[in-house]
């Protein structure tokens, strides 16, 4: 799944059924990070390192998706497959993404 940051700074999920990739698509470039920052608040904290702390919660509760049993358990079967790995903090629950900035 990707967490695709638009040009308008709307945010959507694409492919979300795919649990084998996950990251932060921006359709802007790394010199907008402060914008688009501002666009995540409350679903992702983007770091300096060029990864996003996804909040987990968020996801899970997507609208459009939150009542499809697939989407919850994919996620949560991402989560344990993720966690021996660094890439799950708790509380929150968060889920560590990379950030794929445009040129």
Known sequence: MEIMVKDDLTIEIGD???FRKFSLKVAHP??????VAGACKGLAT???????????QR????????DDLKWS????AM???ARPHGWIADAPLRIKAHIDWAS
Not at 30 to 35: G, M, N, P, V
Not at 46 to 56: F, I, K, S, T, Y
Not at 59 to 66: Q, T
Not at 73 to 76: A, H, K, L, P, T
């Open 79 to 81: 989560i344990e497959k």
């Open 16 to 18: 979300p059924l795919n």
């Open 59 to 66: 996801l899970l509760d997507w609208p459009g998706l939150r």
């Open 73 to 76: 358990e994919g996620i949560r």
């Open 46 to 56: 983007l770091e300096a390192d060029g990864h996003a702390w996804v909040d987990a």
């Open 30 to 35: 790394a010199s907008a990070t402060e914008r």
